[in-house]
């Protein structure tokens, strides 16, 4: 079964009293929720989520699992603070940090290694999008970032158009519906038919209380990563809801 899953990306934002906006989140039993907040609120967010049937994410990690690597976060380490997903390849660390896809390939390997799920970020870019090469993008960086061995248990991929992301532009549903269908499609034939119509396909960019539960009638699209709605649970709540009622 195709799990519903509503993630959310903290980003460089939050605090520890913003910690207080998981306890007011409603995360209902048919519904995975996830909450991605900076590393150094992993273990605290982690205490709070149990109580409140929500799971814990971190933004990153590194490839190694421990070593020389002065600022890093390994996924080991993200295991030991309780979370349980780990977001890898993010457009704001493809683009700011150069990260490549054999590097998100290392990285989602890592948190395979640690037993956490990665969800995994693909997404093209507006120069893409109007040069029509989006669904080659989206081919090169699926093959190229996905290790061997996707399950549904330890992948999630997250289908976000960087010219979406913070600018409140949102892709129109058909072109939402094509890239999801096309995700699903390359899945299948890399994973087989049984291992990719489980794993859950998340559409991010400027989903919102008023575009979300239009965005979640397409067919391919079992959830969302959600940036600055996420941060305040009257906000991210509405869009677990709508996501519940798809
Ligand atoms: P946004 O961010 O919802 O603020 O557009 C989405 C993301 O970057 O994951």
């Given amino acids: 079964m195709r799990r519903k899953l509503a993630a959310g990306n903290w980003k460089m934002n939050g605090s520890s009293a913003a910690l207080a906006e998981l306890s007011a989140l409603a995360a209902p039993a048919d519904c995975t929720v996830v909450i991605c ?5 992993l273990f605290r967010a982690a205490e709070i989520g149990a109580e409140n049937s929500l799971h814990i994410g971190a933004q990153d990690c590194h490839h190694e699992n421990g070593g020389a690597f002065t600022g890093d976060v390994s996924a080991p380490m993200i295991a030991d603070a309780g979370a349980s997903y780990v977001i890898v390849g993010h457009s704001e660390r493809r683009e700011a940090c150069n990260e490549r896809n054999r590097d998100v390939r290392a990285k989602a390997k890592a ?13 093209e870019s507006l120069e893409d999008r109007e040069a029509d090469n989006t669904l ?7 093959s190229g970032s996905v290790p061997n061995g996707a399950t549904a248990d330890n992948l999630v991929v997250a289908y976000e158009p960087i010219w979406a992301i913070g600018t409140g532009k949102v892709p129109t549903l058909d072109q939402i519906k094509e890239v999801h269908d096309f995700i699903r499609a390359e899945l299948t034939e ?5 291992v990719a119509n489980d794993i859950s396909l998340l559409y991010g960019g400027s989903v919102k209380p008023g575009n979300a539960a239009e965005i979640f009638q397409a067919e391919n699209v079992d959830g969302a990563l959600v940036g600055g709605a996420s941060l305040k649970a009257d906000d991210f709540n509405p869009i677990i ?3 519940a009622a798809s």
């Avoid at 907040?37 to 609120?41: R, Y």
């Avoid at 948190?111 to 997404?123: D, E, S, V, Y």
């Avoid at 890399?190 to 049984?194: L, M, Q």
């Fill in 136 to 142: 080659d993008i989206i081919a090169g960086q699926l």
């Fill in 111 to 123: 948190t395979w290694a640690a037993g956490l799920t990665a969800i995994l970020c693909i997404g």
């Fill in 190 to 194: 890399r994973f087989g038919a049984t």
């Fill in 37 to 41: 907040p900076p590393a150094p609120l």
């Fill in 241 to 243: 809801a709508a996501l």
